[in-house]
T-cell receptor, first 111, second 113 residues
Framework: QQQVKQSPQSLIVQKGGIPIINCAYE??????FPWYQQFPGKGPALLIA?????SEKKEGRFTISFNKSAKQFSLHIMDSQPGDSATYFC??????????FGTGTKLQVIP | DGGITQSPKYLFRKEGQNVTLSCEQN?????MYWYRQDPGQGLRLIYY???????QKGDIAEGYSVSREKKESFPLTVTSAQKNPTAFYLC????????????FGPGTRLTVL
């Protein structure tokens, strides 16, 4: 019930491509869905987040698409750059309860 | 500068020794968390504390202990009972108001020889 399933585990795209990372959840009480970006040897940092009352949120080249009925959400990176190479984690939480993280997607953007 | 500090960045210990990882925050956040990160397994919650002098076990608490005597500090002790302690340890905090954003420290890489 508390799991967040993330796919794919790894992803390689050419510069300018649009990598898409998908997550699925079961707990319908979740009300906050963030994405974190982590560079090697560093702590994760919040990239973008969405509430379940909207279907899409865009910040710069990063977009979250949210499908409440399917209990799925995804991260799209437009015009990807080599500097976007990192590990991306989706997550979900209910109120101020503990956060449940996906298993991560390692993205490599090739010049 | 506000933020979360973890020390040391790298830590080496012999098998059978207890070791304590430091986590300090000056963000005035109520909640603090410890995660363990292993390749391909994401972030697994060890312990968390939502208020001073109170903490709860996470998903993988066996072999670990914590204390929360001050709002700013949440040290993690890796005991000799932890069977596979070599990992990257991340501390985080959150304000428990507004969004539930987690603010992470830079991490401590523990290697047990």
């Amino acid at each position: 019930q508390q799991q967040v399933k993330q796919s794919p585990q790894s992803l390689i795209v050419q510069k300018g491509g649009i990598p898409i990372i998908n997550c699925a959840y079961e707990n319908t009480a979740f009300d906050y869905f963030p994405w974190y970006q982590q560079f090697p040897g560093k702590g994760p940092a919040l990239l973008i987040a969405i509430r379940p009352d909207v279907s899409e949120k865009k910040e710069g080249r990063f977009t979250i698409s949210f499908n409440k009925s399917a209990k799925q959400f995804s991260l799209h990176i437009m015009d990807s750059q080599p500097g976007d190479s990192a590990t991306y984690f989706c997550a979900a939480s209910e109120g101020y309860q503990k956060v449940t993280f996906g298993t991560g997607t390692k993205l490599q953007v090739i010049p | 500068d506000g933020g979360i500090t973890q020390s040391p960045k790298y830590l080496f210990r012999k098998e059978g020794q207890n070791v304590t990882l430091s986590c300090e925050q000056n963000l005035n956040h109520d909640a603090m968390y410890w995660y363990r990160q292993d390749p391909g397994q994401g972030l697994r919650l060890i312990y968390y504390s939502q208020i001073v002098n109170d903490f709860q076990k996470g998903d993988i608490a066996e072999g670990y202990s914590v204390s929360r005597e001050k709002k700013e500090s949440f040290p993690l002790t890796v005991t000799s009972a932890q069977k596979n302690p070599t990992a990257f340890y991340l501390c985080a905090s959150s304000p428990r108001q507004g969004t539930n954003e987690q603010f992470f420290g830079p991490g401590t890489r523990l290697t047990v020889l």
